[in-house]
């Protein structure tokens, strides 16, 4: 059997001649000369090797060969069809995954709500989420291990184009018997004779104390280190010392850890937290449609 000799046209044709019962319907349907027809046919005869019409004057009825190809070449063409939905769904966004690394401050606060809107909006969309450092979430994007990137201002992105995201506010956290829990407000060079409890420094949090703590030359007294807001939260409940994390990521913790919050009366505590693309016009397009989502949001 020469396989290479079916082609879809003739298989359309095929379908279409033995729904209508003639060969001349069938033609007329696919649009082609009824001459051109009764030689695909033919040719199709030839590639199985076996006869699948029987030719009347009154029209054609499919032999048992016949009937056996019509089965197979509908399920051809529905195969066809459904790839062609499918890859129309990729080309216009539709479909498609996302991979998108953010630093803790934006999966804590923003990007949950953000990603459940577009996923209701694009539901084939998917989206492959990591957690990583901001400075690391730049390498991805740069090596294309990552389409999108969320990441703290003061980050070393060249090479990428950056677009704000969301602005959020660093805190003070204190147990609430602590001595600047009483405070309104507090200046960060104020909360350095404390203890602090810290993330890794790895984290543009980390490095961003350490970088004020330095600047106005007294040192941060780091007591310990955790790997998440959810640890920094727990260790100043139990009174190891004060932290500085983002506002809207400690706010649930405050009355279950009893905890309180101090603004700080420092500019650099409003932190912008940006989005990273190698090039916004080489993204695929469900990875465009994501991130003019976040951009808007």
């Given at each position: 059997?020469?396989?290479?000799?079916?082609?879809?046209?003739?298989?359309?044709?095929?379908?279409?001649?033995?729904?209508?019962?003639?060969i001349?319907?069938?033609?007329r349907?696919?649009?082609?000369?009824?001459?051109?027809?009764?030689?695909?046919?033919?040719?199709?005869?030839?590639?199985?090797?076996?006869p699948?019409?029987?030719?009347?004057?009154?029209?054609?009825e499919?032999?048992?060969?016949g009937?056996?190809?019509?089965t197979?070449?509908?399920?051809?063409?529905?195969?066809?069809?459904?790839?062609?939905g499918?890859?129309?769904?990729?080309?216009?966004?539709?479909?498609?995954t996302?991979?998108i690394?953010?630093?803790?401050?934006s999966?804590?606060?923003?990007?949950p709500?953000d990603?459940?809107?577009?996923?209701?909006?694009?539901?084939?969309?998917?989206?492959?989420?990591?957690?990583?450092?901001?400075?690391?979430?730049?390498?991805a994007?740069?090596?294309?291990?990552?389409?999108?990137?969320?990441?703290?201002?003061?980050?070393q992105?060249?090479?990428?184009?950056?677009?704000?995201?969301?602005?959020?506010?660093?805190?003070?956290?204190?147990?609430?018997?602590?001595a600047?829990?009483?405070?309104?407000?507090?200046?960060?060079?104020e909360?350095?004779?404390?203890?602090?409890?810290?993330?890794?420094?790895?984290?543009?949090?980390a490095?961003?104390?350490l970088?004020e703590?330095?600047?106005?030359?007294?040192?941060?007294?780091?007591?310990?280190?955790?790997?998440?807001?959810?640890?920094?939260?727990?260790?100043?409940?139990a009174?190891?010392?004060?932290?500085?994390?983002?506002?809207?990521a400690?706010?649930?913790?405050?009355?279950?850890?009893?905890?309180?919050?101090?603004?700080?009366?420092?500019?650099?505590?409003?932190?912008?937290?940006?989005?990273?693309?190698?090039?916004?016009?080489?993204?695929?397009?469900?990875?465009?449609?994501?991130?003019?989502?976040?951009?808007?949001?």
């Amino acid at each position: 059997m020469n396989v290479s000799r079916f082609d879809l046209v003739t298989l359309a044709l095929f379908v279409a001649v033995a729904r209508h019962g003639s060969i001349s319907a069938g033609a007329r349907q696919v649009h082609l000369a009824v001459g051109a027809a009764s030689r695909r046919i033919a040719d199709l005869e030839a590639a199985v090797n076996a006869p699948l019409l029987y030719r009347r004057a009154s029209g054609i009825e499919l032999t048992e060969p016949g009937q056996a190809c019509l089965t197979h070449a509908l399920r051809i063409l529905k195969d066809v069809e459904q790839m062609a939905g499918m890859m129309s769904d990729y080309s216009s966004g539709a479909r498609g995954t996302v991979r998108i690394w953010a630093n803790t401050s934006s999966i804590t606060q923003f990007l949950p709500d953000d990603l459940s809107s577009f996923m209701v909006a694009h539901p084939a969309i998917r989206i492959e989420l990591e957690e990583q450092n901001s400075s690391t979430i730049v390498e991805a994007v740069l090596e294309n291990r990552a389409d999108i990137g969320i990441f703290a201002d003061r980050t070393q992105a060249q090479g990428l184009v950056t677009l704000p995201y969301r602005d959020d506010e660093l805190v003070l956290i204190v147990p609430r018997g602590h001595a600047m829990a009483r405070k309104t407000s507090v200046r960060f060079v104020e909360t350095l004779d404390s203890d602090f409890v810290s993330l890794p420094e790895a984290t543009s949090l980390a490095n961003r104390l350490l970088e004020e703590s330095s600047r106005i030359e007294k040192p941060l007294r780091l007591r310990i280190q955790v790997r998440s807001f959810d640890a920094v939260c727990r260790m100043v409940a139990a009174g190891m010392g004060v932290g500085i994390l983002p506002r809207l990521a400690v706010e649930p913790h405050v009355r279950s850890m009893r905890l309180k919050l101090v603004p700080l009366e420092d500019t650099w505590a409003r932190r912008s937290l940006l989005l990273g693309v190698r090039d916004p016009d080489a993204l695929t397009v469900s990875a465009r449609l994501l991130l003019g989502h976040l951009e808007a949001s």
